[in-house]
C-alpha cells in the first residue's frame, strides 16, 4: 500500500482533437478539400492532446 496522494486535478486535451475535426473541417470545405483538412486538424489536435498528457504525466509523478 505505498500509493501516493497526488490532489492535483488532471489535465484534458480531448477539446483539441475535436476542436481540430471542427477547424480542419471548415478550413477543408473553404480549400475544396474536407477529407484532407479532417486528418490535418485530428493529427494536430491528437498532437497537442498527447502533448498535455506527456506535460500532466510529467506533473504528476
Do not use: H, Y
Request: charged share 10%; aromatic share 4%; proline share 3%.
Amino acid at each position: 500500500m505505498s500509493e501516493t496522494q497526488n490532489n492535483q486535478p488532471r489535465l484534458a486535451g480531448g477539446i483539441f482533437v475535436a476542436l481540430g475535426l471542427l477547424i480542419g473541417a471548415i478550413l477543408g470545405v473553404a480549400l475544396d478539400q474536407p477529407s484532407a483538412g479532417l486528418v490535418i486538424g485530428m493529427t494536430i489536435g491528437s498532437l497537442i492532446a498527447v502533448a498535455i498528457w506527456l506535460f500532466d504525466r510529467k506533473r504528476s509523478t
